[in-house]
């Protein structure tokens, strides 16, 4: 795939969903880190029926923290993994406020060293709170990039740098979310929606051609 199929395929996702976003529901960046952390092995819709509550409560580092590990489970436990991440989050919101005046930081690396935060989560604070033209690789990113040709990679951090030196640098802070969402909900893992793909004729997958137009049998 060469550099003008690249941006086509970026200007069309553009023209489809000009203002794309997280569907994660946040107010201020340590909201945002925190729904990203429980979104891991979690639905966007199960994290804000979940954090709708938690952040009316708690909406701070601190105040996190004066509801205890045992207060914030509470508002948590419908969510996978609720324990791990309680602690996580807990244990993040503590260095937050001893090392970071209770204000999420900017940089990476300081992201990454909060309990629960790996790059991926990095990226997409980076990305949607502070503006920065990051790629956070989920397996929906993973998969359209192999799949189309756009930015084949063995692993998510192959991908990842695939993305950032492809992309055309116009398209590179909405990226992220382009993809997702398309993996979400177009180029899905099982049935692909090919026939409703605005990138069909620009994708390299060889297998389209059985998804572009599904029988009325096989789409129920």
């Known amino acids: 795939m060469d550099h003008t199929q690249r941006a086509t395929i970026f200007q069309r996702l553009a023209a489809n969903n000009p203002e794309p976003t997280t569907e994660l529901n946040y107010g201020n960046a340590f909201e945002l880190l925190v729904a990203v952390v429980l979104s891991a092995q979690a639905t966007?819709?199960?994290?804000?029926?979940?954090?709708?509550?938690?952040?009316?409560?708690?909406?701070?580092?601190?105040?996190i923290l004066a509801l205890g590990e045992d207060g914030l489970r509470?508002?948590?436990q419908t969510i996978g993994l609720y324990n791990s991440k309680a602690r996580n989050i807990m244990a993040a919101c503590r260095k937050l406020v001893d090392e970071h005046g209770g204000e999420v930081p900017r940089e990476r690396a300081a992201l990454k060293s909060l309990p629960g935060v790996g790059r991926k989560t990095a990226?997409?604070?980076?990305?949607?709170?502070?503006?920065?033209?990051?790629?956070?690789?989920?397996?929906?990113?993973?998969?359209?990039?192999?799949?189309?040709?756009?930015?084949?990679?063995?692993?998510?951090?192959?991908?990842?740098?695939?993305?950032?030196?492809?992309?055309?640098?116009?398209?590179?802070?909405?990226?992220?979310?382009?993809?997702?969402?398309?993996?979400?909900?177009?180029?899905t893992a099982r049935k692909p929606r090919c026939g409703a793909c605005v990138i069909y004729d620009l994708c390299q997958w060889p297998e389209r051609h059985d998804y572009a137009h599904p029988s009325p049998d096989a789409a129920g």
């Open 44 to 63: 966007d819709r199960s994290v804000n029926n979940a954090t709708q509550a938690l952040f009316a409560a708690a909406p701070t580092p601190e105040a």
């Open 123 to 187: 990226n997409v604070i980076l990305n949607t709170a502070f503006g920065e033209p990051t790629v956070a690789v989920d397996t929906h990113i993973f998969r359209v990039a192999n799949r189309t040709g756009l930015a084949p990679g063995n692993n998510v951090r192959e991908v990842e740098d695939e993305l950032t030196r492809l992309t055309p640098r116009e398209y590179l802070h909405n990226a992220h979310h382009w993809l997702i969402l398309h993996g979400r909900y177009v180029c």
């Open 74 to 76: 509470g508002y948590i």
